[in-house]
């Protein structure tokens, strides 16, 4: 199961979306269709909190590694969760690197 809470971020029209549980199986299309449904109401998300995600199969990395090259900031706390995140950043986007960690 995952639950996405969005919550407005810095500016009026983005959103920081904060995930819990697993983000993989079905779980993935789910975030995948609350990131496309942001788009069609015109608002950006800013920062994605992986810091209640316990895990991330290969279609959720692969989809977090799209939303990061959109440009969402990806926030994650422990050596796993970290550790995903950190080989997405390897591949590189163009503009600056936004990659944030927190440590428990």
Known sequence: M????????????????????????????????????MSVIQQSCTAIDLTGVTFI???GKALLTRLWQQGADL???????????????KAGR????RLSRKDK
């Open 2 to 37: 995952l639950k996405i809470t969005g919550q407005r971020d810095a500016s009026p029209d983005s959103i920081l979306l904060i995930l819990e549980g697993k983000l993989a199986g079905p779980w993935v299309e789910e975030l995948n269709s609350y990131w496309s449904q």
């Open 75 to 89: 926030r994650a706390a422990g050596c796993l969760t970290r550790c995903i995140i950190e080989e997405i950043a």
């Open 94 to 97: 163009v503009g600056s690197s």
């Open 57 to 59: 199969d290969s279609d």
